[in-house]
């Protein structure tokens, strides 16, 4: 007697558009979780059991297009499948749905504090993360947790996060040469995570009060 498995009828990430096609009309949109996924690598150096998607589409119905968060975390996850990487992330295949999704506001408004958030809320993403650079009265962080199917505004900066394990807030700091308001990921006492480029400059500042040219190593 054959067995139906509904999921071989689906299709496979391999066969499904890796985004939505919508241009990004703010630079921060990229860099912004772009520096939380290089950050999550240099926090999370031994571990394979995550995935930080930035841009790319998440399949949770064979008949309707993806939802493209501007960055999600997930856990309990291949971080690698092979050397082409995902193409795009298909909920009955890595049977995990993301516990994080990411918002970056542009100027041209898209839904992100109604229609957005409605979505990830029904899908049953446990943080909702919104980031507004160009807010001034309110804050320009939000995060919100899923209580009871209804998202709820979590006050401070930064957020902890416990089923995470790491925290998220803003901070001025440098990454790519760029000086200003970024978003990082946090320790547990408060602390962030340091850039790449932070660390070099760190340890370079220490050579220098050992009386150690750095330029003299390279």
Not at 67 to 91: A, K, M, T, W
Not at 153 to 161: A, K
């Amino acid at each position: 007697m054959l067995k139906y498995d509904p999921l071989a009828c689906l299709p496979s990430s391999e066969e499904l558009p890796d985004s939505d096609d919508t241009p990004v009309d703010n630079e921060l949109q990229d860099l912004i979780p772009g520096l939380l996924k290089a950050l999550l690598a240099m926090a999370w150096p031994e571990r394979m059991d995550w995935f930080f998607g930035v841009d790319m589409g998440i399949y949770y119905d064979p008949d309707l297009p993806p939802i493209v968060p501007d960055g999600f975390l997930s856990l309990g996850v291949e971080r690698f499948y092979d050397e082409n990487l995902r193409p795009s992330y298909v909920l009955w295949e890595e049977k995990k749905l993301p516990i994080l999704a990411l918002e970056v506001v542009s100027k041209t408004y898209r839904g992100e504090y109604s229609t957005k958030k409605a979505e990830y809320a029904r899908l049953g993403f446990l943080y909702y993360v919104v980031y507004n650079p160009f807010r001034r009265r309110k804050p320009r962080l939000e995060v919100y947790k899923l209580v009871n199917n209804v998202y709820e505004l979590h006050d401070g900066n930064p957020v902890w996060l416990p089923e995470i394990g790491l925290g998220i807030g803003i901070e001025r700091g440098t990454y790519l040469g760029i000086t200003r308001e970024w978003l990082y990921w946090y320790k547990a006492e408060g602390k962030r995570f340091l850039t790449s480029e932070e660390r070099a400059n760190l340890l370079a500042e220490r050579l220098r009060s050992l009386g150690i040219d750095p330029d003299s190593l390279t």
